[in-house]
């Protein structure tokens, strides 16, 4: 059920509450406040379901803006993570950014990247211009892969290993993200050039019914970011 339905079936004693409760948080964004005349089409919201979910809709699309307006860079989160250890789950977590900051917002190798081009060049253009970095952690994410004897994180065309290096080289902000149960290597385990990675607190995804608390943590935690 979503935001306009559970709204519209709650009593009617709390409906306007939860109607207000929804806009005040929709409606807090970084800096300045909105548009004041896209404000006014929602502060009398009509509470059938169908007008709520555009008035929604339109709040959200406010906070979108206002997010992008404070900052120039082109994406606001980087997504870095290995396929064969956590794609199925990157593709979850990606929806849930996408949903909550736009898909234009967030960069991925797969969906993002232009036919073509130099693609150790493109990643290096493309974290210049985000605002942060997420590296998915899996149980795998350390060891060979398939009929391979060595990590592909000790060697330093690994696109992840380039990926984290460019990141910590510009100082980027990167939040580790633990998933199907991986916690921090340990220094020792990372070659010289990410051992900083260390020292980043990260946050732990569960699946579900812990997933959507867990994203929810981990967008609060990108939106402080943002906003600084």
């Known amino acids: 059920m979503n935001i306009p339905e559970f709204i519209s079936k709650a009593p009617e004693k709390i ?4 109607v ?4 005040a948080f929709l409606l807090r964004a970084p800096g300045k406040t909105g548009n004041n005349r896209e404000k006014r089409r929602v502060e009398k919201p009509n509470n059938e379901s169908g007008q709520l979910q555009t008035e929604i809709s339109v709040i959200v699309s406010i906070r979108r803006t206002q997010t ?3 900052s120039n860079k082109k994406y606001s989160v980087f997504i870095s993570y290995r396929r064969a ?3 199925y789950v990157m593709d979850s977590i990606y929806d849930k950014l ?3 900051f736009g898909e234009e917002r967030i960069f991925s190798d797969v969906r993002s990247t232009p036919l073509s081009v130099d693609f150790r060049q493109h990643i290096d253009g493309v974290i210049a211009d985000s605002e942060v970095m997420i590296v998915l952690i899996g149980r795998d994410w350390l060891s060979p892969q398939e009929n391979e004897t060595k990590r592909r994180i000790d060697n330093s065309k690994d696109m992840v290993r380039i990926e984290i290096e460019s990141a910590l080289e510009k100082r980027i902000p990167i939040i580790p993200v633990f998933v199907r149960g991986a916690e921090m290597p340990s220094e020792d385990e990372l070659p010289l050039p990410l051992k900083e ?3 980043r607190s990260g946050i732990s995804i569960r699946p579900y019914p812990d997933f959507d608390g867990d994203t929810d943590r981990l967008i609060e935690g990108l939106e402080r970011i943002l906003r600084s």
């Open 85 to 87: 250890d956590s794609a």
């Open 98 to 100: 996408a949903t909550h």
């Open 197 to 199: 990675l260390v020292y």
């Open 20 to 23: 207000g409760f929804t806009f």
């Open 68 to 70: 992008q307006q404070f």
């Open 15 to 18: 409906k306007s509450k939860l």
